[in-house]
């Protein structure tokens, strides 16, 4: 079946995601910062610790996450308790949390624009931020929103106006891509690279099975980019070393 | 497909910037090598892990660390930090040093310290301490001693302003040979500074213009190469006369 192109509004082909822009510590008090935008999507993410004590709820042989979500107007409901929650379980798989025992890393993420694809942007810009304050982590998550339009083909970073006329939508959050020394494929788990892994799956609508599959190879195809772009964006940011010391 | 040998291989990381989740040292080539992790590093089965953005750094032969500036601070043994004092018990002042823990610093720490002539620190007061146990499950434990006994500076800061910088900036103004900007502000200016590896720096002069104008020409510096932070003296020094 040869693919169909699919006439989107903004000109883009379907397997083209909207410019992207990461900058990093541009909040003054915060511990770590980014703000992180895909076309007019914009998230900006704070994040403050670690900070001794724990939450009476939680595990104190672990770090804490807490995540707070603020939305761009209109009060805090439902629908911002679920972000919260699943950039909560998302960031603590990302996150090393036996390395500060008895503390809380609180992240807060504010939407600045919302124009489509704003769970993936948020999470984006929080492992942005988490890198940017030095928090331990695994590794990166990436995140990216596929849809599925009526004709049954994928959609890659749907505008909010393509995301009312779709059928249904996937937010999947992988593992970056490292370098690595070791030769590829050696570190394997039932015989699948790691990098194949998935964190996050957060489907909205009915989609069959063999579609959502698709989803996901187009997705993880994706995020190979954007890990590329994130990977290019720290090496850019990172301080130039003054004095070479032995 | 064979394996990369390892030392090749990770040389050329060494000195790029690193993410986590890269891998950059193999351990099946190295059987009966000891190898230091620093900073940023870890043990992941068969390969060093990274788990903090930052360039690589190797010390030879076999110490690795990810060199990386944050507002937070991590406490290391054998560190000088800036600390503020924020409650007090009986055998220990509680500090704050910018670390995921309160440390603690125990009253008879100081030189000559018994029982009978405990030191009363305020709520707030700075003191130039020293890391003596750091692991990251307890509490740092400090000291206002150094390890033969003696006072050495170390003990409160009287008078005097104190700015927070990045780790980075820190390390930096620590280096030596001496940094530019302290070396060429010393040339013309005469101050007193100290500066904890935790990002806290504490400047003192006889007139309040002197310590504003140190504190804000370091807080400028952390991004500019030597010949850039010499001009920038220059400059200063030339808008003062």
């Known amino acids: ?246 | 497909m064979n394996s990369m040998p390892s030392d090749s291989a990770s040389m050329s990381f060494v000195d790029r910037v690193v993410v986590p989740g890269d891998h950059v040292l193999d351990l099946t080539g190295m059987a009966n090598q000891t190898i230091k992790l620093g900073a940023g590093l870890r043990q992941d089965g068969d390969a060093i892990s990274v788990m903090k953005a930052g360039k690589l750094r190797i010390s030879k032969p076999n110490k690795y660390w990810v060199e990386s500036s944050h507002k937070r601070y991590v406490p290391c043994v054998e560190d000088t930090v800036l600390g503020i004092v924020v409650d007090s018990k009986f055998d220990n002042f509680l500090v704050d040093i910018k670390a995921p823990m309160l440390g603690l610093l125990p009253v008879l720490a100081f030189e000559g310290g018994t029982r009978r002539n405990i030191p009363k620190f305020e709520i707030g007061t700075l003191l130039y301490v020293r890391v003596v146990k750091a692991n990251n499950t307890m509490n740092p434990e400090l000291s206002c001693m150094d390890e033969t006994g003696k006072a050495a500076e170390f003990g409160p800061l009287k008078d005097g302003y104190m700015f927070e910088t990045s780790t980075g900036l820190a390390r930096m103004l620590l280096s030596s040979p001496p940094c530019p900007i302290l070396e060429s502000l010393g040339k013309s200016l005469s101050y007193e500074i100290a500066i904890g590896l935790n990002g806290r720096v504490w400047v003192n002069a006889a007139s309040p213009s002197t310590v504003i104008l140190v504190s804000n020409a370091i807080m400028n510096s952390e991004f500019l190469s030597a010949a850039q932070q010499k001009i920038m003296v220059e400059k200063l020094m030339k808008r003062l006369q």
């Open chain 1, 1 to 246: 079946m040869a693919p169909m192109e699919v006439d989107r509004a903004d000109g883009r082909t379907s397997n083209q995601l909207r410019p992207l822009s990461c900058t990093r510590n541009v909040l003054h008090r915060a511990h770590g910062s980014a703000r992180w935008s895909q076309g007019d999507t914009i998230v900006l993410a704070a994040v403050f610790g670690p900070k001794a004590g724990t939450k009476k709820e939680e595990n104190p042989e672990k770090a804490s996450i807490e995540v707070i979500w603020k939305p761009k107007t209109g009060l805090i409901g439902k629908v911002e308790k679920e972000y919260e929650m699943i950039l909560k379980r998302t960031l603590q798989s990302v996150c090393l949390l036996t390395i500060h025992p008895n503390t809380t890393t609180s992240v807060i993420v504010q939407v600045v624009g919302d124009d489509g694809a704003l769970l993936p942007c948020a999470i984006n810009a929080s492992c942005a931020a988490l890198a940017d304050a030095g928090i331990p982590l695994k590794y990166l998550a990436v995140a990216i929103c596929c849809g599925l339009t009526g004709s049954r083909s994928v959609i890659l970073d749907p505008t909010k106006i393509e995301e009312k006329k779709i059928l249904a939508f996937a937010y999947l959050v992988f593992p970056n891509s490292p370098i690595s020394v070791l030769p590829k494929g050696s570190l394997t788990e039932d015989s699948e690279p790691i990098e194949a892994g998935i964190i996050t799956s957060v489907t909205h609508g009915a989609m069959p099975v063999v579609d959502y599959f698709n989803c996901l190879d187009r997705g993880y195809a994706a995020c190979a980019k954007i890990s590329e772009f994130l990977r290019r964006s720290m090496e850019s940011q990172a301080p130039s070393d003054l004095t070479k010391t032995t």
